[in-house]
């Protein structure tokens, strides 16, 4: 079977740089996707890492070390909007998703 | 072009009925799936269609549930009958068939069931 782990909640001021880590456990997969999520609303795409490296979209970046089983999300000038719960989610199989725990993002002012 | 659609967005029930949840997925993607987040907490994974075929129902609880996706197209979740634990927000997604690669998967609004 397939576990990711995930801080549940994570706190910051508007402006910081705030990391969301995400560990694994799993026996192969394609590679590692964040999604956000506003309450109440649609999981939506972030970011995908199919090699170890950093991949870099604006504001956010997201890290993978297959080595290590480890990735993480980077969200750099940190706005109030960037409150929601953030998903790291293995792609395997035949396409199939597997989400971790999520972790809610609270930025204050 | 239009997105995941699911019908309901919110359904009340009583324990022990019954209800239908639908969901039509972006046109031209095989894989079709369905998540639920209770209260909160994290995205299950519940089962995966890739066009008609039940390629993963591992996450499915129990035979209380039933999927079916007739045609490859649409598909429908029965729960019945519901029970209190079922309450949650039910999301479908769709995304095409791409093995190896990035396979951003498009989530509908969801089903918000209740069972009173």
């Known amino acids: 079977g397939q576990s990711l782990e995930q801080p549940s909640e994570v706190t910051a001021v508007e402006g910081a740089i705030v990391q969301i880590n995400c560990t694994y456990q799993?026996?192969?997969?394609?590679?590692l996707s964040w999604y956000q999520q506003h309450d109440g609303g649609a999981p939506t795409f972030l970011s995908y890492?199919?090699?170890?490296g950093l991949e870099e979209t604006g504001r956010f970046s997201s890290f993978l070390s297959r080595s290590d089983s480890y990735g993480y999300l980077l969200l750099q000038e940190l706005q109030m909007k960037d409150s929601a719960s953030y998903f790291c989610?293995?792609?395997?199989?035949?396409?199939?998703?597997?989400f971790g725990k999520g972790t809610m993002l609270l930025v204050s002012p | 072009e239009a997105g995941v659609t699911q019908f309901p967005s919110h359904s009340v029930i009583e324990k022990g009925q019954t209800v239908t949840l639908r969901c039509d997925p972006i046109?031209?993607?095989?894989?079709l799936y369905w998540y639920r987040r209770v209260m909160g907490k994290e995205i299950k994974f519940l089962l995966h269609?890739?066009?008609?075929?039940?390629?993963?129902e591992s996450g499915m609880p129990n035979n209380r549930f039933l999927a079916e996706r007739t045609g490859g197209t649409y598909s429908t979740l029965k729960v019945q009958p519901a029970e209190l634990e079922d309450s949650g927000v039910y999301f479908c997604?769709?995304?095409?068939?791409?093995?190896?690669?990035?396979?951003?998967?498009?989530f509908g609004q969801g089903t918000r069931l209740t069972v009173v």
């Open positions: 890492n199919g090699l170890d």
């Open positions: 989610a293995l792609h395997s199989g035949y396409s199939t998703l597997t």
């Open positions: 269609f890739v066009k008609e075929s039940k390629q993963d």
């Open positions: 046109s031209g993607h095989d894989n």
């Open positions: 799993t026996s192969g997969f394609y590679g």
């Open positions: 997604a769709s995304s095409q068939i791409s093995r190896g690669r990035n396979t951003e998967a498009f």
